[in-house]
């Protein structure tokens, strides 16, 4: 957006792009004039991303300096073993289920029941690559998770049909 109110050539903006195959479509675009009330808008908005984005930087910063504050390093390296676990999701995990849930949740096979996915051989979706745990369900059709507080942890884990993306990894 800065290079479209600075004014920039449409071959150099579309040279920004990392897709190459979308160049010409964005250097066509990138051609139409915008007008200048509509640049004084798109500045404002690019403000407002740009301090949303240093507000969203300060709060990460706090949150990750918790792991310090509560001791957490133990807790937050064992769970970034996962792949696509970072210190943010570990960190929201670890709210959900308590700083103690290592204790709780000592095998693969108790957390797995904890959150409500069992293994199965079974590929229940075309979409999910790595099948390997599904929802445990009392019938053909999906249900809901009985623990609200875990859903926001465990849908990031969900494909469409309701089949696990990746496999829970062994908490020791």
Same mark, same amino acid.
């Given at each position: 957006? !800065?290079?479209?109110?600075?004014?920039?050539?449409?071959?150099?903006?579309?040279?920004?792009?990392?897709?190459?195959?979308?160049?010409?479509?964005?250097?066509?675009?990138?051609?139409?004039?915008?007008?200048?009330?509509? !640049?004084?808008?798109?500045?404002?908005?690019?403000?407002?991303?740009?301090?949303?984005? !240093?507000?969203?930087?300060?709060?990460?910063?706090?949150?990750?300096?918790?792991?310090?504050?509560?001791?957490?390093?133990?807790?937050?390296?064992?769970?970034?073993?996962?792949?696509?676990?970072?210190?943010?999701?570990?960190?929201?995990?670890?709210?959900?289920?308590?700083?103690?849930?290592?204790?709780?949740?000592?095998?693969?096979?108790?957390?797995?029941?904890?959150?409500?996915?069992?293994?199965?051989?079974?590929?229940?979706?075309?979409?999910?690559?790595?099948?390997?745990?599904?929802?445990?369900?009392?019938?053909?059709?999906?249900?809901?998770?009985? !623990?609200?507080?875990?859903?926001?942890?465990?849908?990031?884990?969900?494909?469409?049909?309701?089949?696990?993306?990746?496999?829970?990894?062994?908490?020791?």
């Amino acid at each position: 957006m !800065q290079a479209v109110i600075d004014g920039r050539n449409p071959s150099e903006i579309a040279a920004l792009h990392r897709n190459k195959a979308k160049r010409a479509e964005i250097e066509k675009c990138a051609s139409v004039e915008i007008p200048n009330y509509l !640049q004084v808008y798109l500045q404002e908005v690019l403000v407002d991303v740009r301090s949303l984005n !240093q507000r969203i930087i300060a709060m990460e910063t706090s949150l990750l300096a918790k792991i310090e504050t509560f001791n957490l390093h133990q807790q937050i390296d064992l769970m970034c073993t996962v792949p696509g676990v970072s210190k943010m999701l570990a960190l929201r995990v670890i709210s959900e289920m308590g700083a103690n849930y290592h204790q709780r949740y000592f095998t693969a096979e108790a957390f797995s029941k904890a959150i409500r996915v069992v293994p199965s051989n079974e590929v229940s979706g075309e979409s999910c690559s790595n099948a390997g745990l599904h929802m445990a369900t009392s019938g053909s059709s999906f249900t809901s998770f009985p !623990q609200p507080s875990l859903s926001p942890f465990t849908d990031a884990a969900l494909c469409e049909d309701g089949s696990m993306i990746t496999e829970v990894a062994q908490i020791t």
